[in-house]
T-cell receptor, first 113, second 116 residues
Framework: DQQVKQNSPSLSVQEGRISILNCDYTNSMFDYFLWYKKYPAEGPTFLIS?????DKNEDGRFTVFLNKSAKHLSLHIVPSQPGDSAVYFC????????????FGQGTTLQVKP | EAGVAQSPRYKIIEKRQSVAFWCNPI?????LYWYQQILGQGPKLLIQFQNNGVVDDSQLPKDRFSAERLKGVDSTLKIQPAKLEDSAVYLC??????????????FGSGTQLSVL
């Protein structure tokens, strides 16, 4: 049962343009969502998060949007840079708050110079 | 601040052998997690500790996997005997406290296990 889905395995964009990564979830009890970035041979690193009481959170070039009615969130990167090339994981936490995160399959972003 | 430390970085074993992974979380972090990441998939939680107690091990294959965090600090994850499908990256993560609002997990670099 895949509760968090990232349906696009890969995305390629030109440097300076916008990157949009998408994530869908099925469990309406999720109360907190995070994006992690992973470079090869490294562990995932936290990028940005959003609580279910908000619909947008911005941090520099990164913005996460949450549409609760559609059970959908997206990560926007503007402008995209070659150093952003990595695997991006969407993750969700249940409201039981054990801290347990459920991850999507990941989207590989390639930013071309 | 030192991050989450894991060892070894890589391990190659034959099926039916045993293997152990070690993790030292960020100092002061009460919660420790072991995740399994199979190639092409997202990390999947195997076990979660709060101090030295188990919070969630519902997805741990207990017939072959075991984990402990005896003193509430570092932890070991063991597989015995290993199967081909155990080939994956084993990620350790820690967080300050699972009850904290908007808590983040910090991950180690992982152990890449190949079972031949």
């Amino acid at each position: 049962d895949q509760q968090v889905k990232q349906n696009s395995p890969s995305l390629s964009v030109q440097e300076g343009r916008i990157s949009i990564l998408n994530c869908d979830y099925t469990n309406s009890m999720f109360d907190y969502f995070l994006w992690y970035k992973k470079y090869p041979a490294e562990g995932p690193t936290f990028l940005i998060s959003i609580s279910s009481i908000k619909d947008k959170n911005e941090d520099g070039r990164f913005t996460v949007f949450l549409n609760k009615s559609a059970k959908h969130l997206s990560l926007h990167i503007v402008p995209s840079q070659p150093g952003d090339s990595a695997v991006y994981f969407c993750a969700a936490r249940g409201s039981s708050n054990t801290g347990k995160l459920i991850f999507g399959q990941g989207t590989t972003l390639q930013v071309k110079p | 601040e030192a991050g989450v430390a894991q060892s070894p970085r890589y391990k190659i074993i034959e099926k039916r052998q045993s293997v152990a992974f070690w993790c030292n979380p960020i100092s002061g972090h009460a919660t420790l997690y072991w995740y399994q990441q199979i190639l092409g998939q997202g990390p999947k939680l195997l076990i979660q500790f709060q101090n030295n107690g188990v919070v969630d091990d519902s997805q741990l294959p207990k017939d072959r996997f075991s984990a402990e965090r005896l003193k509430g600090v570092d932890s070991t994850l063991k597989i015995q005997p290993a199967k081909l499908e155990d080939s994956a990256v084993y990620l350790c993560a820690s967080s300050l406290d699972r009850w904290s609002t908007n808590e983040k997990l910090f991950f180690g670099s992982g152990t890449q296990l190949s079972v031949l």
